[in-house]
């Protein structure tokens, strides 16, 4: 599953910009039928933006799909990442993880 996010920051006054990370995901659902489906699963990707360093992404990530309509969704997702430059730092950055917490809206095709 391909995931876009873009969202604007702004810590503090003159200091504001738009951010982006483009991502690949594979989610595990525990259930395939009904409203609501939980999941949990892995993602990788590119982080982007005005007010951050560029970087590979990979984290595990936890949620919930609430199906408005047979392929249409509402989701909400928390997941913790790893930001990283190249492969061989991945090992490294275990330990300084982020915490990230998602809405979205999404289609199944």
Do not use: C
């Not at 790893?82 to 809405?103: A, K, Y």
């Amino acid at each position: 599953m391909l995931r876009q996010s873009v969202s604007y920051v702004n810590p503090n006054i003159g200091d504001s910009g738009w951010n982006g990370t483009t991502r690949l995901a594979y989610d595990y659902h525990f259930s395939s039928d009904g409203f609501t489906r939980p999941f949990v699963g892995l993602n990788g990707g590119r982080l982007y933006g005005d007010t951050v360093n560029d970087s590979w992404t990979a984290g595990l990530e936890l949620g919930a799909k609430f199906f408005v309509k047979a392929q249409t969704f509402i989701y909400t997702s928390a997941s913790y990442d790893w930001l990283f430059d190249r492969g061989s730092q991945l090992n490294d950055q275990f330990d300084d993880g982020r915490i990230s917490w998602n809405v979205g809206i999404g289609y199944h095709f």
